[in-house]
């Protein structure tokens, strides 16, 4: 039997995470327990509360720049819908906004969103649609230039239609791709989340026209069970 370092002995099971399981409680609808439960036992929510991360978010673009290693020293990044700024944390670091790391080039990180958003140390963030006419203008003045990266993990509102939910998703896509083709530097990339339903096609066509390459990928913190995905599109051609 093992024992624990206070000298304590334990079981084999309680070596092991136990998972947490959360009752039913009055007024609480069933879905809102189980997400609860998967919250509570979630690796990557544990990992972000350890590592200061605003949310699990922040680990999907993590493994989506170890992959595609757009988040360089020095690059000027643009944030769609960032709230709560879990990604704007991510970008901030990988960029070296902050100027840490003696010797590489300063990047620069520039979030937007539509509610007020918690600032984040190294980023810029301000309250804006991307949609109004003037907004690609206001976003190269805040930069002092284009973008080298303009991501988004932006969802539309659910109405609970997986369909009809999967065309909104698509088409703030659509519109977050044509901002990126207003701000976005020649040779810059594109990175925004998608439902998978059937609709991508004309998505996909047009970022293949506008990009050198287009990627479809389902990063390991992305849950098994969502639909979601995200495309990166590189090496934009101006």
Not at 108 to 128: I, K, N, S
Not at 179 to 192: K, M, N, Q, S
Not at 203 to 231: C, G, H, I, M, T
Request: glycine share 10%.
């Amino acid at each position: 039997m093992a024992k624990t370092p206070s000298g304590k002995n334990t079981s084999g099971r309680g070596q092991r995470d136990l998972k947490v399981k959360v009752k039913t409680a009055r007024g609480r609808k069933l879905s809102s327990t189980r997400w609860l439960e998967r919250q509570l036992n979630d690796p990557y929510v544990k990992r972000a509360q350890v590592e200061g991360y605003r949310g699990r978010a922040a680990f999907k673009i993590l493994e989506l720049d170890e992959k595609f290693r757009f988040l360089v020293p020095g690059a000027r990044v643009v944030d769609l819908g960032c709230a709560p700024g879990g990604w704007l944390q991510v970008a901030v670091k990988r960029v070296n906004a902050l100027g840490e790391k003696s010797g590489k080039r300063i990047g620069t990180v520039l979030g937007v969103d539509l509610q007020e958003v918690e600032p984040v140390a190294g980023a810029e963030v301000h309250q804006l649609d991307f949609m109004e006419d003037d907004a690609d203008v206001k976003v190269k003045d805040w930069l002092g230039g284009k973008a080298d990266v303009v991501m988004s993990d932006m969802a539309a509102a659910s109405s609970g239609h997986k369909q009809t939910d999967h065309l909104r998703i698509i088409a703030l896509c659509e519109t977050a791709a044509y901002f990126a083709f207003d701000v976005l530097e020649e040779g810059g990339t594109f990175v925004a989340k998608v439902l998978a339903g059937g609709a991508e096609g004309d998505l996909q066509k047009l970022l293949k026209q506008k990009f050198d390459k287009v990627a479809n990928v389902k990063p390991p913190a992305s849950r098994s069970d969502s639909s979601e995905k995200f495309v990166v599109a590189t090496g934009f051609r101006g």
